[in-house]
């Protein structure tokens, strides 16, 4: 079951865009889900996808991957899409049958919905599989920096992230055992109807939880004992490198939203 | 020899617990350079003392001090500095998203600059055989591995003492010599102090000095040799026999004449042969 998770599956490689900062990276997948919603004819739409496929072409990551990230969001693109179709009101009727109408207009809606989707799971994947969980949380505590003027507690909660992120593997290991523990003990995860799925859970939610507890005191006293006395004057080990092609890559997004502010009707 | 930690009289009760205290009247030292070995049954009170010695736990009554601070509240953070603390779990300790991030996090708590943070990261990773792991996350390491992390993490701090709280328990045979062996090498090359709490005999055969504890007092104190010459009231203490001792109560029970006195696996060879020529 743990397969089918995207998020933080992150596939070790040296291409163009292993190598960007993870600023870039993520200021690029933010601002790339902003500028979509600019696009609206097909002209921006063909730009977009060229856009996204050759950042796809530098990952070197297989396409596969690509269409597994889709795949669990599917039928919500198809829902939404159907919906489009179906309720898009137009003057091109092509279809008509009842109260079902279909319209040249709700057509290309429904496309360009589905390739909004497709795009943003795109984008989206290629940053999670070509950035270092650990080097995106650096990313996000440098973004949000600006953010400690106004009180925010910005190295918390990035020591936060990184420690989630660190005890994920962890924290899924220990669920596999107490799942298999009590499988020994005569369980049956995942069959049933509704209600017996949900109670096979508890069984499992419990002990993790509690484990989860021992694990955060153990950790605390642990930091502790090592120096640990909050986020002031603390130094960082890690630190993010700007280079050349990072700004490139900015620039790369700067024109692109231009090209699509231009072409937009 | 100077006296690194002094522990006078301490007194500790954890307070949502019935009245027994977990420590009553503990008075011990550590010499410079010395290694001493803490033993005894579960609920003993060992892992209570050792976080004593950091101010982890704030002792009711009695007075502790390291390398000549008095440990209270403003000396706190600077005690904390001479002392690295080694904890069972290895994954529960385990604060950075990959190895050399984890031995960074002490040294990131102190403020230390990057450049000389860089240099100490790698010569305390190579001290203890793990620079080549220096990219691994924890997951993809041995449970013996992470313990070195841990180490690592200690000797890039510099400390004078080190701490061992059962670091060992949960390891495999192989793990646990890995890490033994590691704190020896650790110990000569830095002079460190090391107090380790343990259940195990080779760890306590390690040391210089063994205290053992019971129901939270010193009970006994001495040599490896003369702790280990208890015989079969070491298993009272909540340790196993060594090897050569279990030997020689197997031997007594064939009603074979065995020595009193502790001896190491050599020694048991030795006598072995001599008896056997006498025969």
Known sequence: MMEKLIFGRYIPGDSFIHRLDPRAKLMGAIWFIIIIFLANNWLTYVLLTVFVLTAVKLSEISPKFFINGVKPLIWLILFTVILQILFTSGSTIWFRLGPIVISQEGLLNGVFIFMRFVLIIFMSTILTLTTMPLSLTDAIEYLLRPLAAVKVPVHEIALMLSIALRFVPTLMDETEKIMNAQRARGIDFGEGNVYQQMKAIVPLLIPLFVSSFNRAEELATAMEARGYKGGEGRTKYRQLEWVSRDTMIMVAFGLLSAALLVLRT | ?279
Do not use: C
């Open chain 2, 1 to 279: 020899m100077s006296e690194i930690i002094n522990v006078k009289n301490v007194t500790y009760t954890y307070d949502d617990e019935d009245q027994r205290p977990a420590l009553k009247g503990v008075s011990f030292s550590i010499n410079k350079g010395e290694w001493v070995a803490i033993i005894g049954p579960n609920g003993s009170g060992k892992s209570t003392l050792a976080k004593t010695v950091n101010g982890l736990i704030e002792p009711d009554s009695g007075e502790v001090a390291v390398g000549g601070l008095e440990l209270n509240e403003k000396n706190v953070w600077s005690i904390r500095e001479m002392v690295g603390m080694v904890f069972q779990n290895p994954d529960n300790q385990f604060v950075g998203s990959t190895v050399q991030d984890d031995v960074a996090f002490g040294l990131e708590n102190l403020g230390i600059p990057r450049e000389e943070m860089l240099e100490r990261v790698r010569t305390a990773l190579e001290k203890v055989n793990m620079l080549e792991f220096a990219e691994r996350e924890p997951a993809r390491l041995s449970g013996g591995q992470k313990q070195r992390v841990a180490i690592a993490g200690i000797v890039a701090l510099r400390p004078d003492i080190m701490i061992l709280d059962e670091a060992t328990s949960m390891l495999d045979p192989q793990g646990r010599e890995e890490v033994l062996r590691t704190v020896k090498e650790v110990k000569e090359q830095e002079n460190l102090s090391v107090l380790s709490i343990t259940h195990d005999i080779d760890e306590a055969a390690a040391a210089n000095r063994v205290l053992v504890m019971r129901d939270g007092q010193m009970i006994q104190e001495g040599t490896p040799e003369t702790i280990f010459s208890y015989g079969e009231k070491l298993v009272e203490m909540g340790l196993d026999l060594p090897f050569p001792e279990r030997l020689k109560a197997s031997l007594k029970k064939e009603g074979i004449d065995v020595p009193k006195d502790y001896l190491t696996e050599e020694g048991m060879v030795d006598w072995l042969w001599t008896y056997v020529s006498k025969k």
